[in-house]
């Protein structure tokens, strides 16, 4: 009998200690969330998106070959820019100066800020007739300020410009922590050689910060692609739907009632999604 109650009862390493059974059981409502909020609606989206024709109608829209255009345009320059911006004001914010500090908390700002009101804001004062540039303008020179927003290269201007703004004070201060972890031992003997500071620039700082700087840019385009508020808020998509990319183009199709059509746009942005990933991964992988 007590060796058969032994051979029913489970070895001490198959049983759950109390901690792993309350541990398991507080992930059951993640797991439940993750399933309903995201593989879901994902699924449900591939489905929409199964017919051939959805993608016919798609690549017969000329909106989509300009969101795709503009998606383009948006990360050669946006991210680039941003990057390289990020870069030199990194070697700024390293300065062991008092009023650094000052700067350095006013410069966090547009990030810290919630995106809504501070993308609303500055539509506002991009009207042609009530916004406080065109005012400003009509006060010192008499002259009538262009229409901002009714220009489609000057609204996706204001748009990467209005991303490059919100999203410039987190890289830079990813860029300030690789800088800081550089050791100035090096720097020091660097200047006992005599070394310019774009020889310190070339030969230490870059080579210690490249891995991350390269990273961080693939990472950011990943996040650009998603970039919904910077062109919606701003300009809607106008003037004439010139300036959608396609984190915006499938609400666009929504508002026409053509799900179909948003849900193919969504699976057509994946092959600028899936190389970005996959390039993030194999860097991290080193």
Known sequence: MN?????????????LSTWEFWGRLMVVPYILVFLVFVVYPVC??????RHPQSYVDLFNDPIFFRSAVNTLVFLVVAINL????????????????????????????????????????????????WGIINSAIFRWTGLDGPNWLNDPTLALSFSMLMHIWKSLP????????????????????????????????????WPSMRSLY???????????????????????GGPADMTHVLATLGI???????????MASIVVALPFVLPLVFFMMKRLSK
């Open 82 to 129: 941003k990057m390289v911006v990020a870069l030199a004001l990194s070697g700024f914010f390293v300065l062991e100066r008092w009023w650094i500090k000052i700067v350095a908390a006013l410069f966090i700002l547009p990030w810290a800020v919630p995106s809504i009101p501070t993308i609303l804001s500055v539509r506002f004062m991009l009207n042609p007739e």
């Open 44 to 49: 449900y989206g591939l489905w929409l998106a």
């Open 170 to 205: 987190f890289w830079t201060l990813i860029l300030v922590a690789a800088r800081l972890a550089i050791p100035t031992e090096q720097y020091e003997a660097a200047s006992v050689d005599g070394a310019t500071r774009w020889q310190k620039f070339k030969f230490i700082t």
């Open 214 to 236: 390269l990273t961080s840019t693939i990472l950011s385009m990943i996040w650009t692609l998603g970039d919904f508020n910077s062109v919606y808020l701003l300009t809607g």
């Open 252 to 262: 666009r199709y929504l508002r026409l009632d053509q799900v179909d059509l948003a």
């Open 3 to 15: 060796t058969h109650v032994a051979h029913l009862t489970p070895p001490p390493s198959a049983r």
